[in-house]
């Protein structure tokens, strides 16, 4: 059974930084792609970040410079590392992945950036 549990979410000021973990279960880790997604409210999901099973990474651009994606496979988790976080930012975050055809979601972390 894929599992999918999100970590690390909270209040954060702006300018500030969080780093979430994704530790994932049920799958071969270390053979997938794994991404982070955010939805705020009143708003469609959109692509945070993708990391390949060989560690290539794709970002929204807005985010890159300031957001990381890694992956650590021998603890199959994937981490999301933000910094200098906006207002902007405040989200539920999600934790991603495809295998074969169908797709995964853990069951989100809230980011709330306001000071």
């Known amino acids: 059974q894929v599992q999918l549990v999100e970590s690390g979410g909270g209040l954060v000021q702006p300018g500030g930084s969080l780093r979430l973990s994704c530790a994932a279960s049920g799958f071969i880790f270390r053979r997938n792609a794994m991404g982070w997604y955010r939805q705020a409210p009143g708003k469609q999901r959109e692509l945070v970040a993708v990391i390949t099973s060989s560690g290539s990474t794709n970002y929204q651009g807005s985010l890159k410079g300031r957001f990381t994606i890694s992956r650590d496979n021998a603890k199959n988790t994937v981490y999301l590392q933000m910094s200098s976080l906006k207002p902007e930012d405040t989200a539920v975050y999600y934790c991603?992945?495809?295998?074969?055809?169908?797709?995964?979601w853990g069951q989100g972390t809230q980011v709330t950036v306001s000071s």
């Open positions: 991603h992945a495809r295998i074969g055809v169908p797709e995964y």
